[in-house]
């Protein structure tokens, strides 16, 4: 794998997927990451020989909007059995729950039609559905089973495709779309289209989240910066893609711990477009943010690096914690995988199957209690409670890092 990070950024010639801007600002080359997070492989073999792809992300300067303009749609697949699901944590549990009660009460989704967008295996659709007494539509091209679902006297009907064009007609009274906007290779395509299925005459609410791009930046966290994500959205990019297909942004704000997701809940627009002096105070933020971020790219790589080996020269047993994508990006960027044989997840879904990249075993939480590691890499410090917790309860005593 290579790394070229510039320090100080420089323009090319590219167009902005998001406000059509013609020139954009490289700002990281990253090559060798894993092409994709939710798919495990069956054997180490094959974990090691999976696909890999390129990011080098790209800044707009008129916009905000962060992308990688080496993706290649192809290099990976959303099919079934592609499993990311975080539900099985208290802490993320909580606050689907948290967010599904707001939705309900704030638009009056009683006796109502909910489409989502990218359900995965529709947990937080039936909880809207459920909350409300109300049916729901679920399209996602990884649902392992797809018909009708009955939830007491509501139907949930789903559906195992990608969202496009084709749905257009689906009559409902609320859309809302999680943690997907972000991995998809049009965006703007994805909204214009949904905006498309409200049409005209009717005022229907959505609701959107992705990964919160500024605060990836502030925070440095690397390890967030995933193949599959074509697109990092600022405040002012989430918002301005939206106004761009024809929506007027009722609300755009951090969410979830650490503010590390951003939400946004906007309706059709009747009036015409209109810029904010705001909008532009936060590009120039997010463009010094950005550039700080690939500045200490290469440093906080080196950083972990040495930290690993010098605790396996001291002959440390060291098990990661966390295979979801930060997880998975940190053991192949920082080429751990002779330091780091075994990776835990809590979602059995994930339990068994092989990290693709690095090719460690991932294995469930009661494997720590016959390993007895020394040290338990934590790759997201949004669980550390949850996890600092399980351990204890376990009667595991050993030293935690925190990536």
């Known amino acids: 794998m290579t790394m070229v990070s510039r320090d100080s950024a420089s323009f090319i010639a590219v167009e902005c997927p998001v406000c059509e801007s013609a020139d954009c600002l490289a700002l990281l080359d990253v090559s060798g990451l894993p092409a994709t997070v939710g798919a495990l492989c069956s054997s180490q073999e094959q974990a090691l020989k999976a696909p890999k792809g390129d990011l080098n992300l790209t800044f707009c300067p008129n916009c905000s909007y962060l992308w990688n303009r080496s993706y ?39 006796n109502a039609t909910i489409l989502e967008i990218a359900c995965g295996t529709g947990h937080f659709l039936r909880m809207l559905c459920e909350l409300g007494n109300n049916d729901g539509i679920g399209i996602d091209p990884v649902l392992e089973r797809e018909g009708i679902e009955k939830l007491g006297s509501k139907d949930i009907r789903l559906i195992r495709n990608k969202f496009s064009q084709r749905y257009a007609d689906l009559q409902c009274d609320f859309i809302c779309c999680r943690q997907a906007l972000h991995a998809i290779p049009n965006p703007k395509e994805l909204v214009t289209v949904v905006r498309r299925t409200i049409g005209e005459k009717r005022r229907i609410p959505v609701y959107f989240e992705v990964v919160n791009a500024s605060e990836l930046l502030r925070r440095h966290s690397i390890w967030q910066l995933m193949y599959e994500y074509y697109s990092f959205f600022t405040p002012a990019s989430l918002s ?10 009722q609300a755009v704000r951090p969410c979830y711990v650490d503010d590390q997701y951003l939400q946004i809940e906007a309706v ?119 996890v600092r917790k399980q351990v204890e309860n376990m009667g595991i005593h050993c030293d935690f890092l925190i990536t």
């Open 72 to 110: 290649e749609p192809g290099r990976h697949e959303y099919v079934v059995g592609y499993e990311i699901s975080l539900h099985f944590s208290q802490v993320y549990q909580s606050f689907l729950e948290s967010l599904a009660r707001r939705l309900v009460e704030a638009y009056r989704l009683r």
């Open 240 to 249: 301005r893609l939206f106004e761009e297909c024809g929506f007027a942004v």
């Open 268 to 386: 059709p627009r009747t009036e015409p477009r209109v810029d904010s002096s705001d909008s532009h105070r936060e590009v120039c933020e997010a463009l010094q943010s950005a550039q700080a971020f690939a500045a200490g790219f290469r440093e906080k790589i080196a950083f972990w690096e040495d930290k690993l080996s010098g605790l396996q020269k001291e002959g440390k047993k060291i098990v990661a914690w966390g295979a979801g994508g930060r997880g998975i990006n940190f053991l192949s960027l920082v080429q751990a995988s002779r330091c780091v044989p075994y990776i835990v997840d809590i979602n059995p879904n994930r339990c068994g199957g092989y990290v693709p990249g690095g090719g460690q075993k991932v294995v469930s939480p009661e494997f720590v209690k016959q390993y007895r590691p020394d040290v338990l890499l934590l790759t997201n410090p949004t669980y550390e409670h949850e």
